[in-house]
């Protein structure tokens, strides 16, 4: 016999007739009226091929196969409630597992190295394996389980994922300290809007030249920018702009880490340029899970501090 051929659920009914010996106290201690207890007895009986359990006087006595089936159900049983059990209690810092996490390079920097310290002490056996994703561009790989999580700038609604805003950034602008755009400005206010058109940007992307918010904002007040350099990665950024006339646009929490390691100047655009959020995302079926909501709540509790 397959173990498709009967339900499941069945055995812990089994389970506790065996233990019971009786329809009217089994039905009680399993919250179901006499009636189901007994068809539930009905379909065990039509599933094994044998009546389990027969009347005898004012109790029933289980037949052999009854007897024989016995221990595997109630091993069955225990480990379940092993499971669930130890599932209620979760220690993180018993927890072995590798969570394959798409992320970009942008969301990696702020908050990589913050998760894994966060991770140390607590949860000392855990792994986080970060690959290259976006949310627009590896979504699928949620829904085939390649990934457990994909964190990054959320532009868009995704049907069918969970998802979670980790923080919200707000962009800024970042050049040479010593680059002209800082002598003309006046009264120690930002650059002006011509200032800032000026002179040349220098964009990090992965495609190549796109219009982003940034151009946008500027379209709508009647501006555009000249784009010199685009590069692939934040990573060599800071050698683009050390002693040259170029400009980043960049978000501020990042920002803050390049200018502090490359004595870089940060300023305030010249104009209104909508944030962006980063968010993570991940398929329903791990919403329940005591470890991935333990994961999902220190990637929360690293992104409140930065």
Not at 11 to 33: H, I, P, Q, Y
Not at 121 to 138: G, I, Y
Request: charged share 20%.
């Amino acid at each position: 016999m397959k173990h498709r051929q009967i339900d499941l659920n069945l055995l812990r009914v089994f389970d506790v007739l065996m233990e019971e010996r009786s329809v009217s106290r089994a039905a009680s201690r399993l919250g179901l009226t006499q009636s189901s207890t007994s068809n539930a007895l009905d379909r065990l009986r039509r599933s094994l091929g044998d009546r389990i359990l027969e009347r005898e006087g004012n109790g029933m006595v289980p037949t052999r196969a009854a007897i024989e089936l016995w221990p595997h159900v109630q091993s069955a049983i225990r480990q379940i409630d092993l499971g669930l059990e130890a599932l209620a209690r979760f220690n993180p810092s018993r927890l072995r597992a590798t969570f394959s996490i798409g992320i970009d390079e942008y969301s990696l920097t702020l908050m990589g190295a913050g998760l894994m310290a966060a991770l140390k002490d607590k949860a000392p056996h855990v792994k986080l394996a970060f690959l290259p994703a976006t949310p627009q561009q590896n979504a699928e790989e949620l829904f085939a389980g390649a990934l457990d999580l994909i964190i990054g700038p959320v532009w868009q609604a995704f049907p069918g994922l969970e998802r979670a805003v980790l923080l919200h950034e707000t962009f800024v602008g970042l050049a040479d300290a010593g680059h002209p755009l800082f002598r003309t400005a006046k009264d120690g206010s930002g650059p002006s809007v011509e200032d800032y058109v000026r002179f040349p940007h220098l964009l990090v992307s992965q495609r190549g030249l796109v219009r982003g918010n940034v151009d946008a904002g500027l379209h709508k007040i009647g501006y555009r920018r000249k784009v010199a350099v685009t590069i692939p990665s934040y990573a060599s950024a800071p050698a683009f702009l050390t002693g040259s006339e170029l400009i980043l646009n960049l978000g501020r929490r990042l920002a803050g880490k390049v200018a502090a390691s490359a004595g870089l100047k940060i300023f305030a655009l010249p104009l209104d340029v909508p944030g962006f959020d980063i968010a993570a995302l991940w398929h329903p079926r791990n919403t329940a899970s005591k470890s991935h909501n333990w994961l999902r709540g220190q990637m929360r509790e690293v992104c409140s501090r930065l």
